[in-house]
Nanobody, 126 residues
């Protein structure tokens, strides 16, 4: 089956760090962009970060620039989101996806697949 599975979520105190992992199976991971999205209670889902398949270039939404780092290991079919200096505003369910089109505003992107992880909760407490 084609799937993405997130891990590494949990509770962290304000100012702390956490790294999320996204493990892929059932498709050719290295051919596709990988994005991280999040949805906080009562809020719309937002794109957090994306790493492109073709050149490894990255995108970050303004609120996480300088704090979050996205990376990928194509040999292991795993993508990561390193998060530092976390605050309560980062509390959300985080999802990984093989489709960054909506985040990048590029709907002609061929390096996309409509596959999403199940979501993993990150809770940041003050």
């Amino acid at each position: 089956q084609v799937q993405l599975v997130e891990s590494g979520g949990g509770w962290v105190q304000s100012g702390g760090s956490l790294t999320l992992s996204c493990a892929a199976s059932g498709f050719s991971f290295h051919y596709y962009d990988i994005g991280w999205f999040r949805q906080a209670p009562g809020k719309e889902r937002e794109g957090v970060s994306c790493i492109r398949s073709r050149d490894g270039s990255t995108y970050y939404t303004d609120s996480v620039k300088g704090r979050f780092t996205i990376s990928r290991d194509n040999a292991k079919s795993v993508a990561y989101l390193q998060m530092t200096n976390l605050g309560p505003e980062d509390t959300a369910v985080y999802y990984c996806s093989a489709d960054c089109s909506s985040m990048l505003g590029d709907y002609l992107d061929t390096d996309s697949l409509d596959v999403w992880g199940q979501g993993i909760l990150v809770t940041v407490s003050s």
